[in-house]
Each structure stands twice: as C-alpha cells, then as structure tokens.
C-alpha cells in the first residue's frame, strides 16, 4: 500500500515522502494514529497546503532555536552543587533534569530529553553536556559540578 507521511516516522522516511508499507501496517497503525495518508489524488492539494505550512512553522521554530542557542552559548559556565561523601563521590548524581532545572532557574527553557547527558555526573569537576536545541542546531555547555561546601566557601 502506498502512502503519504503526515509526520516523519522512525526508519520509514520524513513528513511528504510517498512511500510503500504492508497494508496492515498502514491500517492498523500509520493511519489510526494520523501519521499517513492514503494516497489519492485528491489529497495533493492538501499535502502542498500542509507543506506550505510546515515550512513556515519550521523556519519559525529554528528562528527560536537559534536565538536561544546564541543565548545558551553565552551562559559562561554552569555551576551545579551536589552532597558529597569524604571520597568526593556525590550522594545523588546530577541528571539531564538537573541541569535542565538549572537552566530554568536562569529563565531558559530546555526540555531535559535535549540535555544529552550520557552517564550521570557522580564526581565533582568540569564537564562538556551537548544541548540538542533543534534538528541541526547544537550547543555544548560547560557545566561545573562542585561538593556542597565549596558552595560555603567564596
């Protein structure tokens, strides 16, 4: 069955793309869920509307992003304080939703799935968190994690 993608979809193609899937496939998931059309003739006039749309709206949203990456690159360093043990070994590690909590509190707002945090920080010092904030648009924050009483400390 041939259809056309209303959204970009996982390992099968992007939004507009025509492409062929099992009939089950198509009728038991892409379809129900509003992410395919049939293909039809009709439906052209509507998939250009749409295309029309989509284009306006992405150039909206990497006008956006773009902003708020240049605001991000200007944040110099990122200081985060944690509980440590006498090994220096925090008590609670410092996640994605930290530093995306962080950032908040300093009135930016990123969603913590765009912190790309591989591991848990668990041991104070400096570190390097890429911030994916749209398709291409990618800014690496230097963030510093320190043991709570150095915080007491000026």
């Known amino acids: 069955m041939q259809i056309i993608l209303r959204e970009d979809v996982p390992h099968l193609g992007r939004r507009g793309d025509i492409v062929k899937v099992a009939d089950g496939y198509a009728r038991n998931y892409l379809l129900p869920k509003r992410l ?9 006039k509507q998939i250009e509307t749409e295309g029309r749309a989509r284009t306006a709206r992405d150039a909206r949203e990497r006008r ?8 991000l690159r200007d944040v110099q360093v990122l200081r985060l304080f944690r509980r440590a ?26 969603d913590k799935r765009s912190v ?39």
Do not use: C
């Open 85 to 110: 043990g006498e090994t220096g070994v925090f008590y609670g590690s410092v996640t994605a939703a930290d530093i995306a909590e962080a950032l908040a509190t300093r009135g930016f707002t990123v």
């Open 64 to 71: 956006d992003a773009e902003s708020l990456a240049q605001q």
């Open 116 to 154: 790309r945090l591989d591991d848990p920080i668990k041991k104070p010092g400096t570190y390097r968190v890429p911030i994916h904030v749209f398709r291409d648009v990618n800014v690496e924050l230097v963030v510093e994690v320190e043991p709570e009483d150095a915080a007491a400390t000026p």
């Open 36 to 44: 395919a059309y049939l293909v039809t003739p009709g439906i052209s």
